[in-house]
Structures are given as structure tokens and as C-alpha cells.
């Protein structure tokens, strides 16, 4: 049940929908020079923009990796040969369930060393990989044909 035109002889009024009416836009008194950055801004980084924020500067033949700042965790790293790198600042890492602040502490090891563990998880991989071809290859050959997914 909307309003309906009426006329007056001074002034007509239009049909209005169902429905809050639209607001006009208001005009702007800002000129597009008041949006541009000033020169003595910072660099603006813009939120949820891609962002590494976990670098660290490369020392040749050394491997560096982020570890979280909790006692066994670098117990962990120093038994496999890392150390804690100097002069590095910790980093904020969030909270655990407590609320409590947990943080990162970048540790490096020989670059020789780091190879030689990759080779060996790659190894354990391999077998794995391997062991499971072969099972599959058992349960194909049997009279009820291959494993339905």
C-alpha cells in the first residue's frame, strides 16, 4: 500500500515503494590531493597483505630454521646440532591456550648436516612409499581384484 501521486496546485507528490527511502550521497568537500601520501609518511605495509615475517639474514653454509622458544623444543634443536643464532631478536609467535605469549628463536645448523638428515627422513619416506606399492600389488593379485575406495 504505497502513497499515491497527488497534486496540488502547488506542489505533487510521487508515488513512494515499499521500503525506507534512499539517502542522497553527500557530497564531498575533500579534494583527491588531500588522499595522496605525504612525504613524511613511513611506508604504509597494508594488513593481510603478503608480508615474509620470518626472515633473517643467510649466513653461507649454515641452514637457519625458526624454532618455538619453549625448553624442550630447543632441547630438541640443540641435540640435532643446532645453536642459537646471536644478535637475533626473539619473535612474537601468538598465544598458547592460556593466553600465554610464545615466541620464536632462530637456530642454524651446517648446511652439510641439515643434508645428511633431509637424505636420511627422504630414505624413510622411500620404504614407506615402497612397502605400500607392495602391499597394494598382494591385495590386486587375489581373486577378488583390486581395493574399492
Same mark, same amino acid.
Given at each position: 500500500?504505497?502513497? $499515491?501521486?497527488? !497534486?496540488?496546485?502547488?506542489?505533487? &507528490?510521487?508515488?513512494?515503494?515499499?521500503?525506507?527511502? $534512499?539517502?542522497?550521497?553527500?557530497?564531498?568537500?575533500?579534494?583527491?590531493?588531500?588522499?595522496?601520501?605525504?612525504?613524511?609518511?613511513?611506508?604504509?605495509?597494508?594488513?593481510?597483505?603478503?608480508?615474509?615475517?620470518?626472515? *633473517?639474514?643467510?649466513?653461507?653454509?649454515?641452514? $637457519?630454521?625458526?624454532?618455538?622458544?619453549?625448553?624442550?623444543? $630447543?632441547?630438541?634443536?640443540?641435540? *640435532?646440532?643446532?645453536? !642459537?643464532?646471536?644478535?637475533?631478536?626473539?619473535?612474537?609467535?601468538?598465544?598458547?591456550?592460556?593466553?600465554?605469549?610464545?615466541?620464536? &628463536?632462530?637456530?642454524?645448523?651446517?648446511?652439510?648436516?641439515?643434508?645428511?638428515?633431509?637424505?636420511?627422513?627422504?630414505?624413510?619416506?622411500?620404504?614407506?612409499?615402497?612397502?605400500?606399492?607392495?602391499?597394494?600389488?598382494?591385495?590386486?593379485?587375489?581373486?577378488?581384484?583390486?581395493?574399492?575406495?
Amino acid at each position: 500500500m504505497g502513497v $499515491r501521486a497527488m !497534486s496540488t496546485e502547488n506542489e505533487t &507528490v510521487a508515488k513512494r515503494g515499499p521500503g525506507r527511502p $534512499r539517502k542522497e550521497a553527500p557530497e564531498t568537500t575533500k579534494q583527491d590531493d588531500d588522499f595522496k601520501p605525504k612525504a613524511t609518511r613511513r611506508k604504509r605495509v597494508p594488513l593481510g597483505g603478503m608480508v615474509d615475517q620470518l626472515s *633473517a639474514p643467510q649466513r653461507n653454509g649454515y641452514h $637457519r630454521h625458526w624454532f618455538k622458544n619453549t625448553p624442550m623444543r $630447543r632441547q630438541q634443536a640443540e641435540q *640435532a646440532g643446532y645453536e !642459537s643464532v646471536t644478535g637475533m631478536e626473539e619473535k612474537l609467535a601468538g598465544a598458547d591456550q592460556y593466553g600465554k605469549p610464545e615466541s620464536l &628463536v632462530l637456530m642454524e645448523i651446517p648446511q652439510k648436516w641439515h643434508d645428511e638428515d633431509q637424505a636420511l627422513k627422504q630414505r624413510q619416506i622411500d620404504k614407506a612409499e615402497r612397502e605400500i606399492a607392495l602391499a597394494n600389488e598382494g591385495r590386486m593379485t587375489k581373486t577378488r581384484g583390486p581395493l574399492k575406495d
